[in-house]
């Protein structure tokens, strides 16, 4: 089902219209199910691959960037719910996997790829050609993260942003959803945790349209997401923490069949030693 502007606003009002809409009613059924949060937000689905060197990569990827970000760039996910999706569950709702690492799934809205292809460093170990090893090798490695992460941070927020920024058809439908549950939000209002938490896209419109106050509210809307995420890790999801020496899960997975890493790194740079493990189908189902 597609989806245009005005069919969004129609949507939006009087309980999204779905009683009058029987077509938009069951699509809305149906997809519903899939949602973990009743609360109307988007979710943010997070591709868990059936390859897991590839799942852990974005996992770390992913979990640092949720915890180190930038205000600007963490706070573009203050709208959205997370959680794990594998490859099955995006095909069923209709999404190619290939090259994607996040979906953005709504009840009113056709999937929305969210983040997709190769990050600008998959591996921020592997030393790149000609690259200088002056210094010790855990020094190169601290070296590594500085200066990598924030691209990888940037390119994650980049696309972010052009999936839920302002004017996108799914920011305009939140809008009007927000507007309707908590009123609009006023020109003059202070920043506040409040109304990051409870009408992030309207704070998103509001720094649009005006800037004054900008990086106040991105710290808020950062705020919320941390949070919301920074010790609960999205659903079928753990955060975990690794010194160099094994993996320590915070919520082993419900099937314990891994074997933690075994020592051998010896050094991870204090910013990268907490990050997401999405647990695999084995874990979360058995053998």
């Known amino acids: 089902m597609s989806v245009d502007r005005r069919q969004f606003a129609i949507l939006a009002s009087a309980s999204f219209g779905f009683l009058a809409v029987p077509a938009a009613l069951e699509v809305w059924a149906r997809r519903r199910r899939l949602l973990p949060d009743p609360s109307g937000r988007p979710l943010l689905a997070l591709h868990v691959t059936d390859d897991e060197d590839a799942a852990d990569a974005f996992g770390t990827l992913f979990g640092i960037f949720l915890l180190r970000a930038t205000d600007a760039e963490c706070a573009w996910l203050a709208g959205c719910d997370l959680a794990c999706a594998s490859t099955r569950e995006l095909c069923r709702w209709g999404i190619d996997p290939r090259g994607v690492h996040a979906a953005i799934l709504s009840a009113v809205a056709e999937p929305t790829i969210a983040l997709a292809g190769p990050a600008p460093f998959a591996d921020y170990r592997e030393p790149l050609p000609g690259e200088s090893d002056e210094g010790s090798w855990s020094d190169a490695l601290d070296r590594?993260?500085?200066?990598?992460?924030?691209?990888?941070?940037?390119?994650?927020?980049?696309?972010?942003?052009?999936?839920?920024?302002?004017?996108?058809?799914?920011?305009?439908?939140?809008?009007?959803?927000?507007?309707?549950?908590?009123?609009?939000?006023?020109?003059?209002?202070?920043?506040?945790?409040?109304?990051?938490?409870?009408?992030?896209?309207?704070?998103?419109?509001?720094?649009?349209?005006r800037p004054q106050g900008r990086e106040e509210w991105q710290r808020r809307l950062t705020a919320s997401v941390r949070d919301r995420w920074g010790s609960v890790a999205p659903k079928?999801?753990?955060?975990?923490?690794?010194?160099?020496?094994?993996?320590?899960?915070?919520?082993?997975?419900?099937?314990?069949?891994?074997?933690?890493?075994?020592?051998?790194?010896?050094?991870?740079?204090?910013?990268?030693?907490?990050?997401?493990?999405?647990?695999?189908?084995?874990?979360?189902?058995?053998?």
């Not at 899960?249 to 890493?261: A, D, K, M, Q, T």
């Open 144 to 209: 590594r993260f500085v200066e990598r992460f924030p691209v990888n941070h940037a390119w994650i927020a980049l696309q972010l942003a052009a999936a839920l920024g302002p004017g996108t058809p799914l920011a305009e439908l939140a809008c009007t959803r927000e507007r309707s549950a908590r009123g609009e939000l006023d020109e003059n209002e202070a920043p506040s945790f409040e109304r990051a938490l409870t009408t992030p896209f309207l704070v998103r419109e509001r720094i649009d349209r």
């Open 236 to 287: 079928d999801s753990t955060w975990t923490f690794s010194g160099g020496c094994g993996h320590y899960y915070e919520i082993p997975p419900p099937h314990y069949l891994r074997v933690s890493g075994t020592c051998g790194a010896a050094h991870v740079p204090e910013p990268a030693q907490r990050f997401l493990h999405f647990y695999t189908e084995a874990e979360l189902h058995g053998a």
